[in-house]
């Protein structure tokens, strides 16, 4: 998990690594690129399967944000924050007790099954 920095939005959180998709970009090339990116790994395309999605209530934010979540396999280790903040490795009933954002803690409970 990535702690985000505390200037920024969410700041303290633990959050799912990843980031935004650009323009042009499918969301699991985004992925590779921003796990490359903050962690220093690099993710083979083919190993990154999508494992759930959330998306902001429609009511709230004209335009909602949608989190997809993806595993992959890896080799190596992951360096560290290389864009800030924190990473560290959980297991998932200590991913249940973090503080995450909104759509972090819909994502863990789709990931872990809870329905
Ligand atoms: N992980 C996560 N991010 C959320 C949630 N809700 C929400 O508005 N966000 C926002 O979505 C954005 C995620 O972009 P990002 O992972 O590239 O984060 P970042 O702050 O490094 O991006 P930036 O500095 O390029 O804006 C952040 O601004 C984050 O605060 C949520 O539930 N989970």
Redesign the pocket.
Known sequence: MHR?PFH???GGLW??P???VEPGERPREALVR?IQEELGLSLAPHAVQPVAF?E?DETGNAKP?V?MLYSSAWDGSPVAAL?GGKIAWFRPHEIDLLP??????ELSRRLFEKG
């Open positions: 985000r920024k939005h969410h959050e799912f990843g980031g935004k921003e959330a902001e944000i989190i864009e995450k954002p909104p759509l972090d803690i």
